[in-house]
């Protein structure tokens, strides 16, 4: 188990190098992304989370990470948010809203999805990631049905 939640938290930190491996396929067209919570092994769930270096290609805008406990967000260009929480035991994809940006240096969407809420706050201030010690460019907040997780972020 601290192997797995090891490997989630690298995962979820180190920018891989390049690799001679294909991307993994997108869903089929005419296929419904999960719009709710989906009960995923830790395996499976940080699989469907794009690695570093093909993040752009499957449509990622932005990424931001977190530890204690790990976690990992996706905001997809005009289209959707993944959150992956709680070590790789919960993921859901939730709507992209349009960002509110009335605060100075601070991105904010609120959108929920199959009876969650989710509020993300992105800033633009340095931040540095616990775990590996790697520079972010913006500091990101996280909250998911009222629990707050905190995090370093950048666009890929």
């Known amino acids: 188990m601290r192997a797995l939640i090891l490997a989630l938290a690298l ?55 977190g530890q204690e406990p790990g976690w990992m ?12 929480w709680d070590y790789g035991e919960r993921i859901a994809d939730f709507p992209l809203t349009a960002p509110d940006t009335s605060q100075e240096g601070a991105t904010r969407y609120e959108t929920s999805q199959g ?19 790697e520079p972010y460019p913006a500091t990101v907040q996280v909250v998911i049905d009222g629990r707050t997780l905190q995090g370093c972020g950048k666009s890929v």
């Open 11 to 65: 995962a979820a930190c180190a920018q891989p190098q390049p690799a001679a491996t294909e991307a993994p396929a997108a869903p089929a067209a005419g296929a419904e992304a999960p719009t709710a919570e989906t009960a995923l092994t830790q395996e499976q769930a940080l699989a469907r989370m794009p690695a570093w270096n093909h993040a752009r290609a499957a449509g990622v805008d932005f990424r931001a990470v």
């Open 73 to 84: 967000l996706d905001i997809y260009t005009e289209t959707r948010m993944r959150l992956l």
């Open 115 to 133: 009876g969650r809420r989710l509020a993300v706050t992105i800033r633009r201030a340095p931040c540095q990631d616990v775990m590996s010690g």
